[in-house]
């Protein structure tokens, strides 16, 4: 019967460390999960952060050309073919610019779009996760 009675309680311990053990991982899974998420917001604050730089900039660039535009026009009324070339030529060269900030705003926004994507399964993982482990 003592031999019994100790195997008994042998296992019930056996199935108790187990029972400990999981929720010390679902624990950390959970930090874990809180962590990732905090990342991730990080993640897009800077990179929204970056996209209006880069908008900032396109629109500075944008200015520019308008300008120059202005100029070629006015050197070309005063007989100075030289300064128009010269403006036309800038304006050119910011043009490719303002193609390639476009290029990079779009690609922002994806990887923006993405990390949203990611946020929103993580704030929702975390919240079930959350909710189970106050069960």
């Known amino acids: 019967m003592r031999r019994l009675l100790f195997i008994v309680k042998a296992r019930v311990s056996r199935l108790l460390d187990r029972a400990e053990r999981v929720d010390v991982t679902l624990d950390y899974s959970y930090e874990r999960q809180l962590e990732l998420l905090q990342t991730v917001k990080r993640g897009v604050v ?16 944008t200015a520019q050309v308008l300008k120059l535009e202005t100029q070629a026009r ?26 390639e900030l476009d290029a990079q705003v779009a690609t922002l926004e994806a990887r923006q779009t993405e990390l949203t994507d990611r946020e929103r399964q993580l704030g929702t993982r975390s919240s079930a996760s959350g909710a189970r482990r106050k069960s």
Request: charged share 45%; hydrophobic share 45%.
């Open 46 to 61: 800077e990179l929204v952060t970056a996209k209006k730089r880069v908008e900032l900039i396109a629109e500075k660039r």
């Open 74 to 99: 006015d050197a070309l009324a005063a007989g100075r073919e030289d300064l128009t070339r010269l403006a036309l030529a800038r304006k050119v060269e910011i043009q490719q610019e303002l193609r």
